[in-house]
């Protein structure tokens, strides 16, 4: 009579042998990937015998080619459709590419480390300065001191401030902010144009004139963090008593606002086109 021996490896000596993780192995019995020979029903112990060693290569091997966990549970099952050369030369095909894109990212950093171009190109719009005399405009506003994290807190209240008195808005949202000196904690003061013509009198106490006279102008179509190239371009026309009016004209907030208290930042706006005027009071 001929006896057969059958050696099976726990999953931790199954583990060592193979150099996969004990956790990998769990994973891949979880998925119908490389099934134990034996479970024990009653401690749950999974072990291995010697043919699941020929098994974790191949998926080892498959894996370094790029394929899948998927994929090679279909190769290893006999389930792919495509034979495995087909595979083989598509798998091929898709590493070329990669090597293709691979190499244009090493040309860009190589060209990066040489200096031969910025590190990044700024993919904005900005027009030269130019003057124009603005009339005094009556505004409502709201200014409080803030961190530039809450700015857009700030702007709901004063949607809810202008829903609340009833105004009726003649222009774009506008920002003065008061403090440059400290980015963190900034004294801001977000505001509207209303139609000064119909003002009661409790919303006069509620408003504030904007000086008519000369400004200097920066017209910027670009991401609002690299707004300030917009303010490098006016910092040498500062006088006494100067101020910057930012007015957002395009992409932060709808242009038809109707309901104030539905009125929400335009969230499929490419943050690229948002166009924002910077006025100097001179």
């Known amino acids: 009579m001929k006896i057969v021996v059958i050696v099976i490896y726990s999953i931790g000596k199954f583990s060592n042998i193979s150099n996969v993780p004990i956790k990998t192995l769990r994973y891949y019995d979880s ?6 020979s034996v479970v024990d029903k009653t401690t749950g112990y999974r072990y291995y015998d ?38 083989l030369i598509e798998k091929r095909n898709d590493v070329i590419v990669r090597k293709t894109q691979l190499e244009s990212i090493i040309s860009e950093i190589d060209d990066i480390l040489n200096y031969s171009k910025p590190y990044f190109e700024k993919k904005y ?9 603005r009339s005094s ?24 401030k202008v829903y609340a008195y009833n105004c009726k808005i003649k222009g774009n949202l506008m920002t003065i902010w008061h403090e440059w000196d400290n980015p963190l904690s900034q004294e801001t003061e977000v505001m509207f144009e209303i139609d000064g013509d119909i003002l009661n009198n409790t919303l006069e106490n509620e408003v504030k004139i904007i000086p008519n006279g000369e400004y200097a102008c920066v017209d910027f179509v670009g991401l609002y ?6 303010y490098d371009q006016l910092k040498d026309l500062i006088v006494t008593d100067s101020f910057f009016i930012e007015e957002y004209m395009e992409g932060l907030v709808p242009q038809e606002m109707d309901d104030m208290l539905c009125v929400k930042p335009l969230k499929d706006a490419d943050p690229n086109n948002f166009k924002t005027k910077v006025m100097l009071k001179l």
């Open 31 to 36: 998925i119908d990937l490389l099934k134990p």
């Open 50 to 87: 010697y043919q699941k060693f020929s098994q974790v290569e191949r998926i080892k091997a498959l894996k370094s080619l790029g394929f899948s966990l998927n994929e090679i549970k279909e190769i290893i099952n006999g389930s792919i459709k495509k034979d495995l050369n087909q595979k």
């Open 125 to 133: 719009h900005i027009s030269s300065v130019y003057f124009e005399y």
């Open 225 to 230: 963090s690299d707004l300030t190239v917009a």
């Open 137 to 160: 405009i009556t505004v409502i506003s709201i200014k409080e001191k803030i961190e530039i994290h809450q700015m857009d807190q700030l702007v709901e209240r004063l949607f809810q």
